[in-house]
């Protein structure tokens, strides 16, 4: 007797379904630094911050993170790291912004950007 | 008994019932490094000098160059310094997390946070001016960057280029990294 081909049930269905789409995110490669100057709003659960970096010059660069929306309590940072790897001092501000700059001659390289004290780090 | 036993369940279920807080990250206590001035909520300027001497001192520990403190004219509450990374970065990085974390990260902003912000004449005229020019609206009241931001919503960043340009312009011999908040 040849066994009849079922469908599988849709609770199967969904475990693949979920398993591929999870698998799909493995995949993409994590973000790497961005060169100064990728400004966007970065959403977290409790609101929007926006991250920016520039350079005002050939020797001056800077990084900010201000609250857009939301009632994120957390303290705001910003920081700045150099295209040859070195950091200056993370700046610590309030809910509602941080900002910082640096005058040298070092390479310029990425906006460092924190929503809160303990949170990681997002790059500009 | 009964009643207790009732009262005890329908506490129970109210509790694991509740509706949770909005999911915020609270935010960690604090270094313990750093305890002596926060313990108390409050941090005194000379609790303030303090922290900074020690995350000076903590570099210059690993022989790095780092300037003597100076006040800064933007706020008249942050103290400002230069620092000159050497040697190899992940190294610098580690050493300069740790002398931060050890000794002010959290110390200055609640100093400041506590303080009114009050801008050096000379930079706040200059620093009026400049938005002036850049066709800034202002009232003329303006004494610190918050209220050069909440007059100008600081479209593209403007009230910080010219802050900073007025900075390098009166304040030359100072020192170039900045920390602002508003």
Not at chain 1, 59 to 86: E, F, H, I, K, P
């Amino acid at each position: 007797m040849v066994a009849r081909r079922t469908q599988p049930r849709p609770v199967l269905r969904l475990a693949v379904a979920t398993t591929a789409l999870f698998s799909a995110f493995a995949l993409v490669p994590v973000q790497s630094a961005q060169a100064i100057g990728n400004n966007r709003d970065v959403s977290r659960s409790c609101g929007v911050n926006h991250v920016a970096s520039g350079r005002y010059s050939n020797t001056s660069a800077w990084a900010q993170t201000t609250r857009v929306s939301g009632n994120c309590s957390g303290t705001l940072g910003a920081g700045l790291r150099a295209s040859d790897g070195y950091t200056w001092p993370r700046v610590n501000g309030n809910r509602d912004s941080a900002y910082t700059q640096r005058t040298d001659s070092a390479g310029f390289g990425s906006g460092m950007h924190w929503g809160c004290l303990d949170c990681n780090v997002t790059y500009s | 008994m009964r009643n207790t036993v009732a009262c005890v369940l329908v506490s129970a279920l109210a509790a694991g019932c509740s509706t949770p807080a909005v999911e915020q990250p609270a935010e960690p206590a604090y270094p313990a490094a750093q305890s002596w001035a926060l313990d108390d909520g409050v941090v005194t300027e000379t609790e303030y000098r303090t922290a900074i001497d020690g995350f000076v001192s903590c570099m210059r520990k690993f022989d790095y160059d780092v300037t003597d403190p100076v006040l800064s004219p933007i706020d008249g509450l942050t103290l400002l310094y230069d620092l000159h990374p050497t040697g190899d970065p992940d190294t610098w990085n580690k050493n300069l997390d740790g002398c931060d974390s050890s000794f002010v990260s959290q110390i200055e902003p609640v100093y400041v946070e506590a303080r009114t912000q009050v801008m050096e004449p000379s930079l706040r005229d200059a620093t009026a001016q400049c938005l002036a020019e850049r066709g800034a609206d202002l009232g003329g009241e303006e004494r610190n960057v918050k209220n050069f931001v909440d007059t100008t919503g600081n479209s593209d960043n403007i009230v910080m280029r010219c802050v900073s340009d007025a900075m390098k312009r009166l304040f030359p011999d100072y020192p170039g990294f900045l920390k602002i908040r508003w």
